[in-house]
């Protein structure tokens, strides 16, 4: 099992910047897509942004043009820059990990944005 760790999360005024973090370990394997996920009270959990293997970015419409998602191979760790944070940003956030050894899940980062 690979195991994962996020850091990074806070409080943070409308229109801040925080940047989130995901480091894997647990032994040899080969990573193929991450992604973030974000779940906010009473809603269902939604995929925020993800990155290939080959670099190739994807993004909820809500966040494009605010959220940078990267990737640095030779420290297995993803990073989620967010900047104009928005109160609708608020949420915890979730990283998950597509590789050889399966799918893995952080257990989740508090992101809050007050107005």
């Known amino acids: 099992q690979v195991q994962l760790v996020e850091s990074g999360g806070g409080l943070v005024q409308a229109g801040g910047s925080l940047r989130l973090s995901c480091a894997a370990s647990?032994?040899?394997?080969?990573?193929?897509?991450w992604r973030w996920y974000r779940q906010a009270p009473g809603k269902q959990r939604e995929l925020v942004a993800g990155i290939t293997s080959g670099e190739v970015t994807n993004y909820v419409d809500s966040v494009k043009g605010r959220f940078i998602i990267s990737r640095d191979n030779a420290k297995n760790t993803m990073y989620l820059q967010m900047n104009s944070l928005k109160p609708e940003d608020t949420a915890v956030y979730y990283c998950n990990l597509l590789s050889n050894r399966g799918n893995s899940w952080g257990q989740g980062t508090q992101v809050t944005v007050s107005s």
């Open positions: 647990g032994g040899g394997f080969s990573i193929y897509t």
